[in-house]
């Protein structure tokens, strides 16, 4: 049956290659809201390798874009492209390159071949972002994926409830002590949902809903990142007062749908979401935990500070994870910046924090101008979002797939700018 279902996807994306994007928020729901053990029997078996849906999107994205970058340079497309564009392509180059070299010398290293691709396909998720850039046809596609998406964090936290009790939630709270009820990162899709009511303010009280989700996954990480949103979001709107009102108003919406949740379904989530939040900026066991591998963590990076772990050292860490606290803090150290560095050293480092403020920039643009300001806001929002998010956590290696189709989408808005204004100067 899994089987049917991957190749009636292989033929979809043949046919319709933004059909990723759709797959990918559909599956982030079902990582979301569905146990461990769903997950991972969500793949299909062969040759004695396993194809997790993931993957099969991976291999999709990447041969799409061998295909639409051979014709981009063929046929000369890209000179049309904004030069900003162009410049975070070809950074973008380098970035996918300084990977090449290092899954090479994993190969030399002897390191397995399906430990190689997996760990190259998790690093190179910026490959995402050439499958909006390069066949995007029309504006219309996107609003579509973006109704798409607001759905699905209006439909999310409609489910989260029912979570209260299951196995993998029990076993999160006697681990971490929260109460979480979502997995994955939720937090991500319902992100994109909510920025879509503030940036657009049509009914955005609706965003109670999605931002109760968030309060029910409980990261620390996700609130402070929201807050920050708020924030540009705000200093953008010409009405700051009837922007801070309406904000107000789904607040109010909010403790309600809380305190629904936790009186129909027996939860004790108000409690929790309040004792949550006042944790943001404390010092408890699981962030005293995350700061005491930073010295161990530095200490490893300064062995080999300008590439960091080979593919070698990964794969030895990953067969000691499971009995060693120095392998896995070293694998997770839950802060990007230092995973970052400990996995590609400065070089990699520089390269993706200049792709991402190139990016932050080229939505910024969009910002500026007359025709897609709110289109910018949206993406420059969402893309500092996931930056801010992601630096706190290891969403950059598991869903890096939504920063790098923002990122293509963004791309695609600039160029379509310059192209615009290009030919108006020619017609003038």
């Not at 046809?137 to 209260?164: C, D, G, M, N, R």
């Not at 949550?276 to 005491?292: H, S, V």
Request: proline content about 3%.
């Amino acid at each position: 049956m899994i089987a049917a279902v991957f190749i009636l996807i292989v033929l979809g994306i043949a046919v319709f290659p933004m059909l990723i994007p759709y797959l990918l928020s559909g599956y982030m729901v079902l990582d979301g809201i569905g146990n461990r053990q769903f997950i991972y029997n969500l793949k299909v078996s062969t040759g004695g390798a396993n194809v997790f849906l993931p993957d099969l999107l991976y291999a999709a994205a990447v041969l799409l874009a061998m295909i639409g970058i051979t014709k981009l340079f063929f046929i000369g497309k890209i000179k049309s492209y904004a030069p900003l564009s162009k410049l975070i392509i070809f950074t973008v180059f380098g970035y996918l390159l300084f990977f090449v070299a290092k899954i090479l010398m994993g190969y030399f290293d002897s390191v397995p071949l399906d430990s190689l691709v997996r760990r190259f396909a998790l690093d190179t998720q910026c490959i995402y972002l050439f499958v909006p850039l390069l066949y995007l046809k029309k504006e219309l596609t996107l609003k579509h994926i973006l109704y798409f998406i607001v759905f699905l964090s209006l439909v999310f936290p409609l489910a989260q409830p029912f979570l209260y009790g299951s196995a993998d939630q029990v076993y999160l709270e006697k681990g971490q002590g929260t109460l979480r009820l979502g997995f994955g990162n939720a937090n991500l899709l319902l992100m994109l949902g909510i920025l879509a009511f503030f940036v657009w303010e049509r009914r955005i009280w609706l965003s109670a809903l999605p931002l109760a989700g968030i309060a029910m996954l409980a990261q620390r990480s996700a609130f402070i990142s929201l807050t920050l949103c708020v924030f540009v979001i705000s200093l953008q709107k010409k009405k700051v007062t009837k922007f801070m009102s309406m904000l107000a108003v789904t607040g109010l919406l909010l403790v309600v749908a809380l305190f629904v949740i936790q009186s129909t379904m027996s939860i004790p989530i108000v409690d929790k979401v309040v004792e949550r939040f006042t944790q943001t900026f404390e010092k408890t066991g699981t962030t005293k935990a995350r700061l005491d591998v930073i010295p161990v963590a530095l200490e490893e990076f300064s062995k080999r500070p300008w590439v960091g772990f080979g593919y070698s050292d990964i794969y030895r860490l990953q067969k000691k994870q499971t009995t060693s606290a120095f392998a896995f803090n070293m694998l997770h150290p839950h802060n990007f910046i230092l995973s970052s560095l400990l996995r590609t050293g400065i070089i990699g480092t520089l390269l993706i924090f200049i792709i991402i403020a190139l990016v932050l920039l080229a939505a910024y643009r969009l910002t500026r101008d007359g025709g897609k300001k709110k289109q910018g806001l949206y993406l420059f929002s969402s893309m500092l979002f996931f930056t801010v998010f992601g630096i706190m956590n290891t969403s950059f290696i598991s869903a890096g797939y939504v920063f790098w189709i923002l990122v293509g989408i963004s791309l695609w808005y600039l160029n379509d700018v310059h192209y615009n204004k290009t030919l108006q100067r020619e017609t003038q």
